[in-house]
């Protein structure tokens, strides 16, 4: 079964709303989770690390106002895409990871702004 | 800082016979996983296979193999007896053990197989 759960799997807003997507760990605690984005037929760019009861630690580039991060708990991270734009559109999945295993996945968030 | 290279953006090979996808890391650090992922066109990320930095012997998981070769710095995917379902994305991916989930992923490489 599903280890990470990640809704919505599409969503397709108008530019300028804000989009949240959540990352649920559903079998273990998850102090730390990771938020990637990835265009078509590339690789997975780490946007973010979201660390739990603190600030999530972006990557050189990533914009912190434009991509929220807020991990209030130890099963769930949530990224909220604020005044989003087309260029936004993208698919953004997440992962949880622990020492000596594979990082776990969600499914993947396709986003579309028109 | 670490670095995954795969230069093979594009692969092919006849169904029921094994390939071979390419990989190569530079990494600083002492002790790190390898990882190899699948995506298909859905967009979930299945892994496959883990190799860890002082492991003696080759990863090996049902009809994958990886061959380790930490002089050279490659950690390339054998897929062994192609079928048409093995046809999807193939992501190569290295972890510091020092930094638990924080992976660094290659550019991939989509394999087609043919019937």
């Known amino acids: 079964g599903a280890v990470v759960s990640q809704h919505p799997s599409r969503v397709i807003c108008k530019s300028g709303t804000s989009v949240k997507i959540e990352c649920r760990s559903l079998d273990f605690q998850a102090t730390t989770m990771f938020w990637y984005r990835q265009f078509p037929k590339k690789s997975l760019m780490l946007m973010a690390t979201?660390?739990?009861?603190?600030?999530?630690?972006?990557e050189q580039g990533v914009e912190k106002d434009k991509f929220l991060i807020n991990h209030a708990s130890l099963t769930l991270s949530t990224l909220t895409v604020t005044s989003a734009h087309p260029e936004d559109s993208s698919f953004y999945i997440c992962s949880v990871g622990t020492e000596n295993t594979e990082a776990f996945f969600g499914q993947g968030t396709r986003l579309t702004v028109v | 800082a670490q670095k995954i290279t795969q230069t093979q953006p594009g692969m092919f090979v006849q169904e029921k016979e094994a390939v071979t996808l390419d990989c190569t890391y530079d990494?600083?650090?002492?002790?790190?996983?390898l990882f190899w992922y699948k995506q298909p066109s859905s967009g979930e990320m299945i892994f496959l296979i883990y190799q860890g930095s002082y492991d003696q012997q080759n990863a090996t998981e049902g009809r994958y193999s990886l061959n380790f070769q930490k002089a050279r710095k490659s950690a390339n995917l054998v897929i062994s007896a192609s079928q048409l379902g093995d046809s999807a994305m193939y992501f190569c991916?290295?972890?510091?053990?020092?930094?638990?989930?924080?992976?660094?992923f290659g550019d991939g490489t989509t394999l087609t197989v043919k019937p």
């Open positions: 979201s660390n739990e009861g603190s600030k999530a630690t972006y």
């Open positions: 991916a290295m972890r510091p053990n020092t930094n638990a989930g924080k992976s660094t």
């Open positions: 990494t600083s650090d002492p002790s790190y996983g």
